[in-house]
Nanobody
């Protein structure tokens, strides 16, 4: 059974950094569209960053561009999200997800969420001011 397990969440002050990891088990990690998403209590799920594990330009939401970096270690079947200069509005539950094939340009839009077959259980990020 495919599992995606996120770790690395926590509580930090504004301006701090966190690194999230997403380990994929029983899953052929190569040549997949992988993404990070987040959901705050009062907002819907939103796309944060996406990447094609076969190698391509990553996608970022405008709100995190320049502060967050998505990366991967294919040998370890692990996806990362380096989050710097964190803001209180980044507070949310963060999820990773995986789907087949290349990431479309709309990968971070809600209309593309159906592309992702598997979702992790989430890891909480809390940023205090």
């Amino acid at each position: 059974q495919v599992q995606l397990v996120e770790t690395g969440g926590g509580s930090v002050q504004a301006g701090g950094s966190l690194r999230l990891s997403c380990a994929a088990s029983e899953y052929t990690y190569s040549s997949k569209c992988m993404g990070w998403f987040r959901q705050a209590p009062v907002t819907g799920r939103e796309g944060v960053a996406g990447i094609y594990t076969g190698g391509d330009t990553p996608y970022y939401a405008d709100a995190v561009q320049g502060r967050f970096t998505i990366s991967q270690n294919n040998a370890k079947n692990t996806l990362y999200l380096q989050m710097n200069s964190l803001k209180p509005e980044d507070t949310a539950m963060y999820y990773c997800a995986a789907g087949p094939g290349h990431c479309p340009r709309s990968v971070l839009a809600p209309r593309s969420f159906w592309l992702f077959d598997y979702w992790g259980q989430g890891t909480q990020v809390t940023v205090s001011s």
